[in-house]
């Protein structure tokens, strides 16, 4: 006989508690968000998770293991084709469980449990390792001389630039690009004068 599992038990018994949760599965891919008690949810939250990642497998025995839990094709066929393509990103953490309050009537707590629907923002690493490494002290010079020089090296540059970012540029930006300006016009002079 198996061993029952810890905590609360739901409904009358092992076979009433599958009826119950996968219900609540079926009711949540249907409507996305639902609002239930507060064991009802950390209950449910596994089932749920592990359905949606069967769903992302998505092959004919995944849909076979999904049907056996609910048996509602519609809510099945929504969950493969409508739920699993947004979670395809996300690595877990498919529902969010968030505090309501208590009931009432019994003041039993309520949650509401929600499907994750946002894309996933990737995850960024940290700066202070990589950025060190990454760009030796010599390197940084070397960059800003090419941005000064990229500008001035043609005409067709110039004309390019517009008047707006000429003025939004501070006083201490000013004189450098006067100064960034004026040597090509001295190295172009006695180019001029050997021809």
């Known amino acids: 006989m198996p061993k029952p599992t810890k905590g609360p038990r739901l409904g009358g018994g ?3 508690e599958r009826l119950l949760l996968a219900n609540l599965a079926a009711a949540l891919f249907t409507h996305k968000s639902i609002k ?15 359905l949606i990642t069967f769903a992302k497998r998505g092959d004919l025995h995944a849909r076979r293991r999904v049907l056996a839990v609910i048996g509602d094709k519609n809510v099945v066929h ?14 877990g953490g498919y529902t969010r469980i968030t505090k309501l309050g208590y009931r009432k009537g019994d003041n039993a707590p309520m949650v509401q449990i929600e499907l994750v629907l946002e894309p996933v923002a990737p995850k960024k ?11 030796p002290a010599g390197a940084a010079p070397v960059e800003e001389e090419t941005e000064v020089e990229a500008p001035a090296d043609t005409e067709a540059a110039a004309d390019e630039t517009t008047e707006a970012p000429e003025a939004e540029a501070s006083d201490a930006e000013a ?11 001295a190295d172009e002079a006695p180019a001029e004068e050997t021809k």
């Open 78 to 91: 929504e969950l493969f084709t409508e739920i699993a393509p947004l979670m395809a990103e996300r690595e």
């Open 175 to 185: 004189p450098a690009a006067d100064e960034a300006a004026a040597e090509p016009a």
């Open 14 to 16: 092992p076979a009433h």
């Open 36 to 50: 239930t008690t507060e064991t009802k949810a950390k209950r449910m939250r596994p089932l749920t998770e592990r």
């Open 125 to 135: 690493k940290s700066t202070a390792k990589t950025a060190a490494p990454a760009t």
